[in-house]
């Protein structure tokens, strides 16, 4: 227990030494670009920022399915030449009904309407009821609704994720609340507004053809929508509902300047499977105009010159550097399943961050220096060993912390002050028991040996059930509850290691220096 190679002494010094090299960008600027300078980040309440509440339309996700439902439904009708009338979505009660013609073909229109979810390979989620006086419904399952409403709960968190990552905001916490919220913290951003005016957009793109013959008509015709332009909401556009292209198929997209005219637009590249059909419409459709649909408005609908191919295109319209930019980080991140409202605005200022720091800070110094002075006062040298070892642990914390740019708040600090009482328990452990051996007779080497030993299963004991706690608290929580079980996991990692190891270490060196005959503690 108290022999060290000299492997085992180089290993836990050069861990020390470590711990102080990756702390070091968290108090000093980093002295070369190439260089992986790492530094913990303070939190919405440390540094201020924005705080966004956000609600997401799950009326919309039921309506969209209706809708795809009901489109599935005509094709599967037509193809069994079943007549019908009066085919209509109705989402108050999560269903479509159509009446056949002939009541008599009931059966054979149930049958097709389960073959659509049979087609596709995935388990149907609505059921099909028939009347005798020829209604049909097709009602969506509660169980298919909840899963569709957590899916796109989780979906709308990852591209709200996508489009905060691309407008370079460091660290930001984004967060599930409920089953239709999304919490967004800001650090740093005291004017949230750019921000939320990209996450509000849905942005679903869809390239599609206009109907030229159906632009004089008083109403549209079915199978076109008239749509506004984005720039001009007044001026109509007959667009065909049928999506020739959909913008799921971009694989990237970047704000640029044409060459020729100098006016910013965005460039797009599509996968492989939208680059062939882009191509296929472009040459079957040479001569017609092409809408790009965003959200319901039209962006622009150039008239096709000619085949478009190799899978890239242009988006131009009345765009600046700005818009263009944000048009971009819209398409690269994605479409959000359905339409985002923030609820919640808060900004927290600067001032109330720095008054948070003071008073954690003071706390922090406050609690240091008390655990300080009571460890010197009560054990001697040995007291002043385990303080040594406490300035280690938390230096091995905050590199730790560094490696991981994790986001320290105030309970985060709060949990670091906790981890100095937790430390100091593991030494005075190894004290008490020492002065207990001391007090039995045994020698100053024996003492230490037992002392050691017998501290050591109850210290590994204590910080492991902690630990296992802090884990749960870290897996179950959430926002502010996980910093804190971060910080306090770390802690008891370095706890552990300074404690059993390097304040050890301390005293084996210093008994082989001097030899005592009696112990200082």
């Known amino acids: 227990m108290m022999y060290f190679s000299r492997l085992k002494q180089l290993l836990i010094v050069g861990i020390c030494l470590l711990g102080v090299l990756l702390g070091l960008p968290n108090i000093m600027p980093a002295p070369a670009s190439w260089l992986p300078w790492r530094a913990v980040?303070?939190?919405?309440?440390?540094?201020?920022?924005?705080?966004?509440?956000?609600?997401?339309?799950?009326?919309?996700?039921?309506?969209?399915?209706?809708?795809s439902l009901a489109d599935s439904a005509r094709s599967a009708l037509v193809r069994g030449s079943i007549g019908y009338q009066g085919l209509a979505t109705q989402p108050a009660q999560n269903r479509v009904v159509l009446r056949l013609r002939d009541p008599a073909q009931a059966d054979r229109a149930a049958a097709a309407l389960r073959d659509i979810a049979a087609g596709s390979g995935i388990p149907a989620d609505y059921e099909v009821a028939t009347s005798p006086d020829g209604q049909v419904s097709m009602t969506l399952l509660p169980t298919a609704l909840h899963d569709r409403a957590n899916g796109a709960l989780a979906q709308s968190i990852e591209i709200v994720r996508r489009r905060i990552d691309e407008t370079g905001v460091v660290d930001p916490q984004i967060a599930r609340q409920g089953d239709d919220r999304i919490i967004v913290q800001l650090p740093g951003i005291e004017d949230p507004n750019r921000i939320k005016e990209l996450l509000g957009k849905t942005a679903h793109m869809t390239f599609r053809l206009v109907d030229e013959t159906a632009s004089l008509a008083a109403a549209p015709p079915p199978g076109v929508d008239f749509l506004p332009m984005q720039d001009s909401p007044t001026q109509k556009i007959a667009v065909r509902r049928r999506v020739e292209v959909d913008g799921a198929n971009l694989t990237d997209a970047r704000a640029g300047q044409n060459s020729q005219t100098g006016e910013w637009v965005v460039n797009f590249t599509f996968d492989s499977i939208g680059g062939r059909r882009f191509?296929?419409?472009?040459?079957?459709?040479?001569?017609?105009?092409?809408?790009?649909?965003?959200?319901?408005?039209?962006?622009?609908?150039?008239?096709?010159?000619?085949?478009?191919?190799?899978?890239?295109?242009?988006?131009?319209?009345?765009?600046?550097?700005?818009?263009?930019?944000?048009?971009?980080?819209?398409?690269?991140?994605?479409?959000?399943?359905?339409?985002?409202?923030?609820?919640?605005?808060?900004?927290?200022?600067?001032?109330?961050?720095?008054?948070?720091?003071?008073?954690?800070?003071?706390?922090?110094?406050?609690?240091?220096?008390?655990?300080?002075?009571?460890?010197?006062?009560?054990?001697?040298?040995?007291?002043?060993?385990?303080?040594?070892?406490?300035?280690?642990?938390?230096?091995?914390m905050v590199a730790i912390l560094s490696l991981m740019e994790a986001t320290l708040t105030l309970p985060g600090m709060a949990g670091v002050l906790l981890t100095l009482g937790m430390a100091v328990d593991a030494n005075i452990l190894i004290n008490e028991r020492i002065r207990e051996e001391v007090r039995n007779g045994r020698t100053p080497l024996n003492a230490m040996e037992t002392g050691f030993r017998r501290a050591y299963t109850t210290i590994i004991d204590s910080n492991v059930t902690a630990l296992l706690a802090h884990v749960m608290l870290f897996v179950f929580g959430s926002g502010p509850v996980r910093g804190f079980a971060v910080t306090i996991t770390v802690g008891i990692i370095t706890t552990l290691f300074t404690a059993t190891l390097f304040a050890r270490l301390l005293m084996v060196r210093w008994y082989v220096a001097r030899r005592p005959a009696t112990l200082p503690v």
Do not use: C
């Not at 939190?43 to 996700?61: F, N, P, T």
């Open 41 to 67: 980040h303070l939190g919405l309440d440390l540094r201020g920022g924005s705080y966004l509440l956000m609600e997401i339309d799950m009326s919309a996700v039921i309506r969209e399915r209706l809708e």
């Open 279 to 396: 191509a296929d419409v472009t040459r079957a459709n040479t001569g017609h105009r092409f809408a790009i649909v965003l959200d319901d408005k039209v962006i622009s609908a150039p008239v096709i010159r000619e085949p478009i191919l190799g899978g890239r295109g242009q988006i131009s319209g009345s765009f600046n550097a700005a818009s263009a930019n944000d048009l971009a980080v819209l398409l690269r991140a994605g479409a959000l399943p359905a339409p985002l409202t923030v609820i919640e605005d808060r900004t927290i200022g600067p001032q109330l961050g720095a008054d948070s720091i003071r008073a954690g800070m003071i706390a922090l110094a406050a609690g240091f220096v008390l655990v300080i002075a009571f460890m010197g006062a009560f054990y001697g040298l040995f007291g002043w060993m385990a303080n040594l070892a406490l300035v280690f642990n938390l230096v091995l």
